[in-house]
């Protein structure tokens, strides 16, 4: 498959439980933050965005928190699933740059443990 | 549905010899990305195109590795001659760029290149 076995940090969550993924962005400038996920054999999936004028924004089971002051964003997942073993990225970017470019950061494996 | 393609899948190719990878993207998407993923950097971003035009290809080492879209369909990274260090999954993603304030990135299933 197209993953490559990256050496990552890993999060071991049992079934059911709530995972939290953390991540230290570098760009204070950074006004978007995404968060993808990458399943085995396949390319980045997009979870959820948002944007620096907001500190919280939720989705179906996700939850981004953001703290700017700290530059930290995370992730949390609810009632984490078998389905949700992945790797994590978090990515950020300028909304008003030229090409929507995003920097990724190094990304957090999840394992869920039945 | 609308996706991101890319060809070939695998790639296993000897050292000094020419790989081209090619991505369709989503059509309408006028934004295309390539993107290189290894154990050791993780996800680079290598070069991105807005209508057909490059962006920004600093990401990429520039004497052996070019991008281009011959049309609006296609995108293509080639790499001449390849090198044992290339060996890595390159990603290509497209986003709907115009008109919108920003807009997630739509990643393909990648080009598993491994040069012997």
């Known amino acids: 498959g197209e993953s490559v076995g990256l050496h990552l940090p890993t999060l071991s969550v049992q079934e059911g439980d709530n995972s939290i993924i953390n991540c230290a962005y570098s760009n204070s400038a950074s006004d978007y933050f995404i968060w993808y996920k990458q399943e085995s054999g396949k390319g980045p999936q997009f979870i959820i965005d948002?944007?620096?004028?907001?500190d919280k924004r939720q989705g179906q089971r996700v939850t981004v928190l953001l703290n700017k002051t700290v530059k930290h964003l995370s992730l949390q997942i609810a009632a984490t699933q078998p389905g949700d073993s992945a790797v994590y990225f978090c990515a950020e970017g300028m909304i008003k740059a030229a090409g929507n470019k995003l920097t990724f950061g190094g990304g957090t494996r999840v394992l869920v443990k039945p | 549905d609308a996706r991101v393609t890319q060809t070939p899948r695998h790639k296993v190719t000897e050292m000094g010899q020419e790989v081209t990878m090619r991505c369709q993207p989503i059509l309408g998407h006028n934004t295309v990305f390539w993107y290189r993923q290894t154990m050791m950097q993780g996800l680079e971003l290598l070069a991105y195109?807005?209508?057909?035009?490059?962006?920004?290809d600093s990401g990429m080492p520039k004497d052996r590795f070019s991008a281009e879209m011959p049309d609006a369909t296609l995108a293509t990274l080639k790499i001449q001659p390849s090198e044992p260090r290339d060996s890595a999954v390159y990603f290509c993603a497209s986003v709907l760029g115009a008109g919108v304030p920003y807009n997630e990135q739509f990643f393909g299933p990648g080009t598993r290149l491994t040069v012997l």
């Open positions: 948002i944007r620096s004028n907001m």
């Open positions: 195109f807005r209508n057909r035009a490059p962006l920004d």
